[in-house]
């Protein structure tokens, strides 16, 4: 069965929109594909669109379509359309979790509003060096097309505390170790000096 890039249902899922601008740049070398995959992970897609300019070409608007996306193509401001229907859906309970794929700082906001309607939201980068961590950080997960999965900024802070608490845990340890290896030394090198005096002694 073929999936549509938008479908009605009182369950709820995943809406995936994407800055195309923004994120299918030479540079990047995406793959529609693999930011579905990404989507497709948090659970079903109920909408999955694809937002570009009037500069789009037509064989990337047929090659979108083809993997079932919404293309929508705009002669205004790409980021203000998609912050626009992303707020709606949220608004309107459209969506159990809202993914935005960019490196685009700007969908922060849009990013906290779907927060502040319970709605799970996630940000999909294009790669390492297209991530936005203002974005990251506000999300309640984040996925790099690298391959990188990571939990939003909440399950960050705890992860970095208890790996902060190893690493103090490891230095007590080689601490102790050397305290204990230095006083080996004193107590060999007293033994030494007395051996000495017992020789002058005699």
């Excluded at 685009?104 to 294009?126: C, H, M, Q, S, W």
Aim: zero cysteines; proline letters at 2%; a negative charge.
């Amino acid at each position: 069965m073929e999936q549509s890039g938008e479908t009605d249902t009182d369950a709820g899922g995943v809406a995936l929109f994407v800055d195309g601008p923004n994120v299918l740049r030479e540079e990047f070398d995406v793959d529609l594909d693999d930011v579905r995959r990404a989507a497709e992970a948090e659970g079903p897609l109920v909408a999955t669109r694809l937002y570009l300019d009037e500069h789009a070409t037509p064989g990337l608007i047929q090659a979108a379509e083809a993997r079932g996306f919404e293309v929508v193509v705009t002669s205004g401001d790409v980021d203000v359309k998609l912050a626009v229907d992303a707020a709606r859906f949220a608004a309107e309970g459209r969506m159990t979790t809202l993914a935005i794929a960019s490196r685009d700082t700007d969908f922060k906001p849009v990013v906290e509003t779907a927060n502040g309607y319970g709605i799970r939201t996630l940000a999909i980068a294009p790669g390492e060096f297209g991530r936005s961590d203002a974005l990251r950080n506000a999300a309640n997960g984040s996925v790099t097309l690298d391959g990188d999965v990571e939990a939003g900024g909440a399950d960050d802070e705890a992860e970095s505390t208890a790996e902060t608490g190893a690493a103090a845990e490891t230095a007590a340890t080689e601490t102790t170790e050397e305290s204990a290896s230095e006083e080996s030394d004193r107590t060999e090198t007293r033994g030494v000096s007395g051996t000495i005096h017992e020789d002058r002694t005699r």
